[in-house]
């Protein structure tokens, strides 16, 4: 069965900390799909990144920045120099790849909040 | 600016009223998944079909709800009758077949008094 766990309910930080959101799944999957969907205070569910299982460079957009290590089952997300506008609820979810659809399987979120 | 559009985007309804959620999604996508959110449990699936086919919903009381697809371009979720524990938030996603995307739609905040 595929599971997403993100441990940290909540965190807060002031403006330009730098912050990880953790990510650790499981899959039985050798073909899977990693994800980090942001949804503002508005509700709707934006997507952040892709990453598959066959590939684990580190990424980095803009201020944004992905870990990926199979080895340890975990996908994290940085955010450097944080802002007002990153305070959101984040997402880690994964998909079980080609045997089932690519259904998304979520964790249970993690709370920002950036105070200024 | 090809997107999954939801209507209505609020809903309040009694308990015990029928109610009809509609997705429409991307054109030429060929996936769509029902997702629901609420406090408790968080996101999960509750269906989903491809090419109009259901292939899994067991994540729904299947009592109360049901979803289908009268074509390619709509999707619909509906409960009856409904029940103040069915109060969330219903997102559609949509997306092609063995592709990892999904495109979510703004989602349906569902409230049953």
């Known amino acids: 069965a595929q599971k997403v766990t993100q441990a940290q309910t909540e965190i807060s930080v002031v403006e330009k900390e730098d912050v990880t959101l953790d990510c650790v799944y499981e899959t039985r999957d050798t073909t899977y799909y990693l994800f980090w969907y942001k949804q503002p205070p508005s509700g709707e569910l934006v997507f952040l990144i892709r990453?598959?299982?066959?590939?684990?460079q580190n990424e980095i957009s803009g201020r944004y920045s992905w870990n990926f290590q199979k080895s340890t089952s975990s996908f994290n997300f940085t955010i450097t120099a944080s802002q007002v506008v990153d305070s959101a609820v984040y997402f880690c979810?994964?998909?079980?790849?080609?045997?089932?659809?690519?259904?998304?399987?979520f964790g249970e979120g993690t709370q920002l909040t950036v105070n200024p | 600016d090809a997107r999954v559009t939801q209507t209505p985007r609020h809903k309040v309804t009694e308990m015990g009223q029928e109610v009809t959620m509609r997705c429409q999604p991307i054109?030429?996508?060929?996936?769509v998944f029902w997702y629901r959110q609420t406090m408790m449990q968080g996101l999960e699936l509750l269906a989903y079909f491809r090419n109009r086919a259901p292939l899994d919903d067991s994540g729904m009381p299947k009592d109360r709800f049901s979803a289908e697809m009268p074509d390619a371009t709509l999707a619909t979720l509906k409960i009856q009758p409904s029940e103040p524990r069915d109060s969330a938030v219903y997102f559609c996603?949509?997306?092609?077949?063995?592709?990892?995307?999904?495109?979510f739609g703004p989602g349906t905040r569902l409230t049953v008094l």
């Open positions: 996603a949509s997306g092609f077949a063995l592709r990892p995307q999904q495109f």
């Open positions: 054109l030429g996508h060929n996936t």
């Open positions: 990453r598959n299982s066959f590939d684990e």
């Open positions: 979810a994964l998909s079980d790849g080609e045997t089932s659809g690519s259904r998304l399987t």
